[in-house]
């Protein structure tokens, strides 16, 4: 009995079906993850020990939320936070963040005369641990740093020396961020490349290979951004999405700007009918963010900025700052128009600076991945309202990048400074996506998607070669006869 409207074709002589093989060869986000695990772990085993950007900090937060110090508490008399860490890998860690924040040398040769460890001060309430100061990572929320943490703590119960505990956390983040970063490429409609083109940027895929909070910051924006273009009702995947956002805007404090794409999913004639939707969506991240900030005291380190520059304290409380921005309004802005002097380094930085800005791509990669980054997002994506999305993503990212300013100004820039302190262009990758839908929401006709996935899989070869390429030829390749 044959079901009505049902065709039955017979089967080619000589026809076989599809293999699954061939299937998964050209699916965007197994391509992702072959190529992001590939170079990704060449990058972890080249890159020596904490030469990633602020490394250190950023291994000393994720260890200390390993330790159960989720908000940072411990303290040294003068109120500056930090963590204990057991005298021998105290040794070690000390060892190599000498190397790095002293002698900005090659790897390779600062390897040849290991720095001498200063004499540390025995701690009255644990003699047998030393107190590391966190250097600025204090306030970071422990969202970017799960995998990392995770590391951390079975590195601590099977007893790893630090070498070994360090390429654990970077492996295991390697891991976690790239999974991500493919469940948002599997998600999105339309984008795949170009998510897939953003995902293995050379600052990205650096970003996730060392211990940073860079690599989940943007995994967890691309998620977002993906389930907020799905179209779905607002009625679905709420809490899926209330998860997601939740993390997003933990990753960073400028990723609250997020919040403001979910709107993408709520047209404004619904508006009514759909707010309580919105509410499970945002309003848990909101309420996240508050706490966070409430229970942290926004703490971002800034007694190192007080002896670094001899300014007073307040000058760096985002509260007296504030005041300060009320009494003279032209500051802000002066000094964020400062930062845009050379647009093209911005540009280069956020394409791929690497370490602490002495590991540069060759000249010639920067525009060849700006093409191939911007080939690949050249495509139409159907949404409801194809302007007010545009609209939507465009105030999302132009949000975020004025958070990024914001932040910088009220707690890293004294009042005498010209430019907004301490912005780099690596801060602005979690925009990207928010820019890839604007585009995508405003183009007609874009190009084929064997043109873009082209254009993405050669962007993705490239991006991971010139990273081994820049590491190999900076820390290890410098001197060698």
């Known amino acids: 009995m044959s079901t009505v409207g049902e065709v039955h074709l017979p089967r080619q002589r000589g026809a076989r079906p599809a293999l699954p093989v061939l299937t998964w060869l050209t699916d965007p986000a197994a391509i ?9 772990t060449i990058i972890v085993a080249f890159t020596p020990p904490l030469r990633g950007p602020d ?42 963040e000498a190397r790095n924040a002293h002698e900005r040398r090659p790897f390779r040769a600062a390897a040849a005369e290991p720095p001498p460890i200063g004499a540390r001060e025995a701690d009255p309430v644990r003699p047998d641990s030393v107190f590391v100061h966190y250097m600025g990572s204090e306030g970071h929320a422990p969202a970017p740093y799960l995998p990392h943490a995770a590391a951390a ?35 999105v409609p339309s984008l795949k490349w170009a998510f897939v083109a953003i995902a293995m940027l050379p600052a990205a895929l650096y970003g ?63 508006l009514a009918r759909c707010w309580r939707s919105l509410v499970v969506i945002i309003g848990p991240a909101m309420l996240a963010v508050v706490l966070w900030i409430a229970a942290s005291s926004g703490d971002a380190g800034t007694w190192r900025l007080v002896g670094l520059t001899g300014a007073s304290a307040e000058h760096f409380d985002p509260v007296w700052k504030l005041g300060f921005m009320l009494e003279q309004p032209l500051h802000f802005p002066t000094a964020m128009l400062a930062n845009f002097s050379d647009p093209g380094e911005l540009w280069r930085q956020l394409i791929g600076v690497l370490g602490l800005f002495d590991t540069v791509l060759q000249p010639w990669v920067y525009p060849a991945l700006t093409i191939g980054l911007v080939a690949a997002c050249l495509t139409r994506v159907e949404v409801g309202s194809r302007r007010r999305s ?18 910088f100004y009220l707690v890293w820039t004294p ?60 820390e290890w390749a410098e001197g060698l006869p």
């Open 390 to 407: 545009a609209g939507v993503a465009a105030l999302t990212a132009t949000a975020y990048a004025l958070a990024v300013f914001a932040v």
């Open 55 to 96: 490394e250190a900090a950023h291994f000393l937060r994720a260890y200390a939320i390993a330790q159960g110090n989720i908000i940072s508490s411990p303290a040294d008399a003068q109120g500056r936070k930090g963590i204990f860490l057991a005298p021998r890998f105290h040794e070690q860690f000390a060892l190599f």
């Open 415 to 474: 009042i005498d400074a010209t430019h907004v302190w301490g912005v780099q262009g690596r801060y602005f990758l979690p925009a990207l996506p928010a820019i890839v839908i604007m585009l995508a929401c405003l183009v007609e006709r874009g190009l084929s998607e064997g043109t873009r996935a082209a254009f993405a899989v050669a962007g993705s070869l490239l991006s991971g070669a010139a990273c081994v390429e820049a590491i190999w030829r900076v």
């Open 208 to 270: 996730r290979s060392v211990i940073n909070a860079d690599g989940g910051t943007l995994a967890y924006a691309m998620v977002v951004a993906a389930l907020c273009l799905r179209g779905t009702p607002l009625s679905r995947q709420r809490s899926q999405h209330a998860v997601w956002m939740t993390l997003c805007v933990l990753g960073k404090p400028p990723n609250i700007a997020f919040l403001v794409l979910a709107a993408m999913r709520a047209p404004l004639r619904d």
């Open 32 to 40: 992702f993850i072959v190529l992001s695990a590939i170079f990704g």
């Open 153 to 187: 703590l079975a590195a601590r119960l099977i007893d790893l020396d630090f070498l070994a505990t360090l390429y654990l956390m970077r492996l295991t983040g390697l891991l976690a961020m790239t999974l991500v970063a493919a469940y948002a490429i599997i998600l």
